[in-house]
T-cell receptor
Framework: TQLLEQSPQFLSIQEGENLTVYCNSS?????LQWYRQEPGEGPVLLVT?????EVKKLKRLTFQFGDARKDSSLHITAAQPGDTGLYLC????????????FGEGTQLTVNP | KAGVTQTPRYLIKTRGQQVTLSCSPI?????VSWYQQTPGQGLQFLFE???????NKGNFPGRFSGRQFSNSRSEMNVSTLELGDSALYLC?????????????FGPGTRLTVL
Protein backbone atom coordinates (compact mmCIF):
# COMPACT_ATOMS: atom_id res chain seq x y z
CA THR A 1 0.00 0.00 0.00
CA GLN A 2 1.36 3.39 -1.01
CA LEU A 3 2.01 5.67 1.97
CA LEU A 4 1.25 9.38 1.71
CA GLU A 5 2.87 11.91 4.00
CA GLN A 6 1.23 15.27 4.47
CA SER A 7 2.75 18.33 6.06
CA PRO A 8 2.18 20.27 8.09
CA GLN A 9 -0.26 18.35 10.24
CA PHE A 10 -1.74 21.53 11.73
CA LEU A 11 -1.75 25.08 10.41
CA SER A 12 -3.32 28.14 12.04
CA ILE A 13 -3.09 31.41 10.14
CA GLN A 14 -4.73 34.81 9.93
CA GLU A 15 -7.17 35.79 7.23
CA GLY A 16 -5.38 37.12 4.16
CA GLU A 17 -2.22 35.05 4.59
CA ASN A 18 -0.95 32.55 2.04
CA LEU A 19 -0.18 28.92 2.81
CA THR A 20 1.09 25.74 1.20
CA VAL A 21 0.30 22.15 2.12
CA TYR A 22 2.41 19.25 0.90
CA CYS A 23 1.77 15.62 0.06
CA ASN A 24 4.67 13.25 -0.60
CA SER A 25 5.27 9.60 -1.33
CA SER A 26 8.28 7.40 -1.95
CA UNK A 27 6.37 5.81 -4.84
CA UNK A 28 5.06 7.26 -8.05
CA UNK A 29 1.42 8.34 -8.02
CA UNK A 30 -0.79 7.17 -10.85
CA UNK A 31 -2.95 10.15 -9.98
CA LEU A 32 -3.52 12.29 -6.93
CA GLN A 33 -6.62 13.85 -5.50
CA TRP A 34 -7.12 16.64 -2.98
CA TYR A 35 -10.15 16.73 -0.72
CA ARG A 36 -11.46 19.15 1.87
CA GLN A 37 -13.46 17.94 4.83
CA GLU A 38 -15.46 20.23 7.08
CA PRO A 39 -16.70 19.26 10.54
CA GLY A 40 -19.69 16.95 10.42
CA GLU A 41 -19.26 16.28 6.72
CA GLY A 42 -17.52 13.82 4.47
CA PRO A 43 -14.55 14.78 2.28
CA VAL A 44 -15.35 16.72 -0.88
CA LEU A 45 -13.15 16.32 -3.94
CA LEU A 46 -11.36 19.53 -4.94
CA VAL A 47 -9.18 18.36 -7.80
CA THR A 48 -7.53 15.37 -9.50
CA UNK A 49 -4.04 15.72 -10.98
CA UNK A 50 -2.72 13.10 -13.35
CA UNK A 51 0.19 14.44 -15.40
CA UNK A 52 3.64 15.18 -13.94
CA UNK A 53 4.20 18.92 -13.72
CA GLU A 54 0.49 19.63 -13.97
CA VAL A 55 -0.86 22.81 -12.36
CA LYS A 56 -4.56 23.33 -11.72
CA LYS A 57 -6.27 26.36 -10.27
CA LEU A 58 -9.55 26.52 -8.44
CA LYS A 59 -10.25 30.16 -7.56
CA ARG A 60 -7.65 30.96 -4.84
CA LEU A 61 -6.38 27.37 -4.69
CA THR A 62 -3.46 26.23 -6.84
CA PHE A 63 -2.58 22.54 -7.07
CA GLN A 64 0.75 21.30 -8.41
CA PHE A 65 1.81 17.78 -9.28
CA GLY A 66 5.53 17.11 -9.14
CA ASP A 67 7.40 16.31 -12.34
CA ALA A 68 8.26 12.85 -11.01
CA ARG A 69 4.67 12.35 -9.77
CA LYS A 70 5.88 11.62 -6.24
CA ASP A 71 4.73 14.84 -4.62
CA SER A 72 2.00 17.42 -4.80
CA SER A 73 1.23 20.73 -3.18
CA LEU A 74 -1.82 22.83 -2.49
CA HIS A 75 -1.32 26.59 -2.24
CA ILE A 76 -4.03 28.91 -0.96
CA THR A 77 -3.76 32.61 -1.65
CA ALA A 78 -5.32 35.15 0.70
CA ALA A 79 -6.91 32.53 2.94
CA GLN A 80 -10.39 33.17 4.27
CA PRO A 81 -12.17 31.71 7.32
CA GLY A 82 -14.30 29.67 4.92
CA ASP A 83 -11.13 27.79 3.90
CA THR A 84 -10.96 26.25 7.38
CA GLY A 85 -11.10 22.48 7.25
CA LEU A 86 -9.14 19.26 6.95
CA TYR A 87 -7.24 18.99 3.67
CA LEU A 88 -6.54 15.45 2.52
CA CYS A 89 -4.53 14.08 -0.34
CA UNK A 90 -5.41 10.67 -1.69
CA UNK A 91 -4.37 8.27 -4.38
CA UNK A 92 -5.95 5.22 -5.92
CA UNK A 93 -4.34 1.85 -5.33
CA UNK A 94 -2.85 -0.35 -7.99
CA UNK A 95 -5.79 -2.72 -7.82
CA UNK A 96 -8.88 -1.99 -9.80
CA UNK A 97 -11.81 -0.35 -8.18
CA UNK A 98 -12.40 2.78 -6.19
CA UNK A 99 -10.09 2.13 -3.22
CA UNK A 100 -8.40 5.33 -2.05
CA UNK A 101 -5.36 5.67 0.20
CA PHE A 102 -5.38 8.92 2.16
CA GLY A 103 -2.70 11.01 3.77
CA GLU A 104 -3.08 11.94 7.42
CA GLY A 105 -4.46 15.33 6.52
CA THR A 106 -3.64 18.95 7.28
CA GLN A 107 -5.99 20.70 9.69
CA LEU A 108 -6.19 24.32 8.56
CA THR A 109 -7.68 27.05 10.72
CA VAL A 110 -8.04 30.53 9.27
CA ASN A 111 -8.71 33.12 11.95
CA PRO A 112 -10.68 36.26 11.07
CA LYS B 1 -29.88 14.90 -7.25
CA ALA B 2 -29.71 13.82 -3.63
CA GLY B 3 -26.28 13.11 -2.20
CA VAL B 4 -25.03 10.07 -0.34
CA THR B 5 -27.03 9.50 2.82
CA GLN B 6 -25.92 7.58 5.87
CA THR B 7 -28.00 6.45 8.80
CA PRO B 8 -27.86 6.80 11.67
CA ARG B 9 -25.69 9.91 11.99
CA TYR B 10 -24.75 9.18 15.59
CA LEU B 11 -24.65 5.94 17.52
CA ILE B 12 -23.55 4.96 21.02
CA LYS B 13 -22.90 1.32 21.81
CA THR B 14 -21.15 -0.64 24.52
CA ARG B 15 -18.32 -3.09 24.19
CA GLY B 16 -19.36 -6.49 22.93
CA GLN B 17 -22.44 -5.27 21.11
CA GLN B 18 -22.83 -5.28 17.37
CA VAL B 19 -23.87 -2.45 15.08
CA THR B 20 -25.22 -2.04 11.55
CA LEU B 21 -24.67 1.13 9.56
CA SER B 22 -26.52 2.00 6.38
CA CYS B 23 -25.51 3.89 3.25
CA SER B 24 -27.70 4.97 0.36
CA PRO B 25 -25.62 5.97 -2.68
CA ILE B 26 -26.43 8.65 -5.19
CA UNK B 27 -29.07 7.45 -7.62
CA UNK B 28 -27.42 5.60 -10.49
CA UNK B 29 -24.20 4.90 -8.60
CA UNK B 30 -23.33 1.23 -8.37
CA UNK B 31 -20.09 1.31 -6.38
CA VAL B 32 -20.07 1.87 -2.63
CA SER B 33 -16.92 2.07 -0.51
CA TRP B 34 -16.62 2.28 3.26
CA TYR B 35 -13.91 4.06 5.24
CA GLN B 36 -13.09 4.40 8.92
CA GLN B 37 -11.78 7.77 10.12
CA THR B 38 -10.04 8.16 13.48
CA PRO B 39 -7.77 10.91 14.83
CA GLY B 40 -4.84 8.52 15.12
CA GLN B 41 -5.12 6.53 11.90
CA GLY B 42 -6.86 8.96 9.60
CA LEU B 43 -9.05 7.65 6.82
CA GLN B 44 -8.65 3.93 6.21
CA PHE B 45 -10.34 1.84 3.55
CA LEU B 46 -12.64 -0.90 4.82
CA PHE B 47 -14.19 -2.44 1.70
CA GLU B 48 -15.83 -1.73 -1.63
CA UNK B 49 -18.93 -3.22 -3.18
CA UNK B 50 -20.02 -3.18 -6.78
CA UNK B 51 -23.12 -4.92 -8.11
CA UNK B 52 -23.62 -6.73 -4.79
CA UNK B 53 -20.06 -8.16 -4.86
CA UNK B 54 -17.16 -7.21 -2.65
CA UNK B 55 -14.42 -5.93 -4.98
CA ASN B 56 -11.77 -4.82 -2.50
CA LYS B 57 -11.13 -5.31 1.17
CA GLY B 58 -8.87 -3.38 3.54
CA ASN B 59 -6.84 -4.67 6.46
CA PHE B 60 -9.54 -4.93 9.07
CA PRO B 61 -10.49 -7.94 11.21
CA GLY B 62 -13.34 -10.22 10.26
CA ARG B 63 -15.58 -8.45 12.78
CA PHE B 64 -16.09 -5.86 10.08
CA SER B 65 -18.35 -7.03 7.28
CA GLY B 66 -20.59 -5.51 4.69
CA ARG B 67 -23.03 -6.19 1.94
CA GLN B 68 -24.73 -4.46 -0.93
CA PHE B 69 -28.29 -4.87 -2.06
CA SER B 70 -29.70 -4.98 -5.57
CA ASN B 71 -30.68 -1.29 -5.32
CA SER B 72 -26.99 -0.48 -4.55
CA ARG B 73 -27.72 0.43 -0.94
CA SER B 74 -25.06 -0.90 1.37
CA GLU B 75 -24.75 -1.87 5.01
CA MET B 76 -21.73 -2.52 7.13
CA ASN B 77 -21.76 -4.50 10.32
CA VAL B 78 -19.32 -4.55 13.19
CA SER B 79 -19.66 -7.39 15.66
CA THR B 80 -18.24 -7.66 19.17
CA LEU B 81 -17.51 -3.96 19.39
CA GLU B 82 -14.25 -2.77 20.94
CA LEU B 83 -13.39 0.65 22.33
CA GLY B 84 -11.03 1.17 19.41
CA ASP B 85 -13.92 0.89 16.96
CA SER B 86 -15.06 4.37 17.99
CA ALA B 87 -14.73 6.36 14.79
CA LEU B 88 -16.46 8.20 12.00
CA TYR B 89 -17.58 5.69 9.38
CA LEU B 90 -17.86 7.18 5.92
CA CYS B 91 -19.30 5.70 2.81
CA UNK B 92 -18.64 6.92 -0.70
CA UNK B 93 -20.37 6.13 -3.95
CA UNK B 94 -19.35 6.36 -7.58
CA UNK B 95 -20.91 5.44 -10.87
CA UNK B 96 -18.88 2.29 -11.31
CA UNK B 97 -15.74 0.63 -10.07
CA UNK B 98 -13.32 1.46 -12.87
CA UNK B 99 -11.33 3.65 -10.54
CA UNK B 100 -11.61 6.82 -12.60
CA UNK B 101 -14.98 8.04 -11.41
CA UNK B 102 -15.35 10.69 -8.76
CA UNK B 103 -16.29 9.34 -5.36
CA UNK B 104 -18.90 11.24 -3.41
CA PHE B 105 -18.80 10.89 0.35
CA GLY B 106 -21.69 10.88 2.76
CA PRO B 107 -21.61 12.83 6.04
CA GLY B 108 -20.67 9.73 8.01
CA THR B 109 -21.94 7.88 11.05
CA ARG B 110 -20.23 8.79 14.31
CA LEU B 111 -19.93 5.60 16.37
CA THR B 112 -18.97 5.81 20.03
CA VAL B 113 -18.20 2.59 21.88
CA LEU B 114 -18.33 2.82 25.68
Amino acid sequence: TQLLEQSPQFLSIQEGENLTVYCNSSSVFSSLQWYRQEPGEGPVLLVTVVTGGEVKKLKRLTFQFGDARKDSSLHITAAQPGDTGLYLCATRGETSGSRLTFGEGTQLTVNP
Amino acid sequence: KAGVTQTPRYLIKTRGQQVTLSCSPISGHRSVSWYQQTPGQGLQFLFEYFSETQRNKGNFPGRFSGRQFSNSRSEMNVSTLELGDSALYLCASSVDATGVDTQYFGPGTRLTVL
